[in-house]
C-alpha cells in the first residue's frame, strides 16, 4: 500500500510539473514572455503561486522546460539505442543532433527574441549530462565512472558551445538574434573535437576485452 501511496504521488507530481510548463508555454505564445507572470502560469495549470516555486524558480524556467521536455531522457536512450558496431563518437553526435533540431518555429522564436530565455535555454544543456553520463558507462561497459562522467561534461560543454553560437547576437541588428549557420553543423564541428577522446575511450574498453 505504501509503494502504491508513493507511486500515485509522484504520478500527481509529473502531471503538475507538465500542466505547469505547458501553461507556461501556452501563455508565452499567446502573450509574449514578457507578459506573463507566474500568478498567471499558476492559475492556468489550477494551483497557487507557491506551489508553482516548489517546481520552477522563474517563469523561463518553466517555458524552457516544456519546450526542452524529456529530451535528457530521450537522448540517454538514443545513444544506449544505438547499434553496438556504431562508433561512440557517432552514436552521440547523431542522437543529439536528432534531439536538438527538432524544436517548432514558434518556439525558436520565442527564444531568440528573448535574451532571459536564451539563457535559459543554454542552462537547459546542464540537463542532458548525468543521463548522457549512464549512457556512455553502459556503451563502454565496466569501466571507471570517471570516465563516463568526464566525457559526458565535455559533450554537454561542446553542445552549449554550440548553441551559443547559433544563438549569439548579430553585431548591426540591435541586439536581435539571428541563428547564424546551420545548428546541426554546429553541433557536429563542436562535437569533431571530442571524437578522439571517445574512440580512445572505446579503444580501452576493446584491449580490456
Do not use: C
Amino acid at each position: 500500500m505504501t509503494t502504491r501511496r508513493t507511486g500515485l504521488r509522484e504520478q500527481k507530481k509529473q502531471a503538475t510539473e507538465r500542466a505547469l510548463r505547458e501553461a507556461a508555454l501556452r501563455l508565452a505564445l499567446e502573450r509574449g514572455p514578457d507578459n506573463v507572470r507566474v500568478d498567471d502560469i499558476a492559475q492556468a495549470a489550477g494551483v497557487s503561486p507557491r506551489t508553482y516555486n516548489n517546481y520552477f524558480s522563474s517563469r523561463e524556467q518553466a517555458i524552457i522546460a516544456a519546450i526542452t521536455a524529456q529530451r535528457q531522457t530521450r537522448l540517454a536512450e538514443s545513444v544506449t539505442g544505438r547499434p553496438d558496431g556504431i562508433r561512440l563518437a557517432e552514436a552521440i553526435t547523431d542522437s543529439i543532433v536528432e534531439q536538438y533540431t527538432g524544436t517548432g518555429h514558434d518556439e525558436i522564436t520565442l527564444i531568440t527574441t528573448s535574451p532571459a530565455l536564451r539563457e535559459a535555454f543554454l542552462h537547459a544543456t546542464t540537463a542532458i549530462e548525468d543521463p548522457l553520463a549512464t549512457a556512455i558507462a553502459h556503451r563502454l561497459g565496466d569501466t571507471d565512472p570517471a570516465t563516463a562522467a568526464v566525457l559526458a561534461a565535455a559533450i554537454t560543454a561542446a553542445v552549449r558551445t554550440a548553441l551559443r553560437r547559433w544563438l549569439q547576437p548579430a553585431p548591426t541588428a540591435g541586439g536581435l538574434v539571428i541563428p547564424t549557420g546551420a545548428l546541426p553543423n554546429l553541433l557536429r564541428t563542436a562535437l569533431e573535437v571530442l571524437a578522439p577522446a571517445l574512440d580512445a575511450a572505446e579503444e580501452h574498453r576493446r584491449q580490456r576485452r
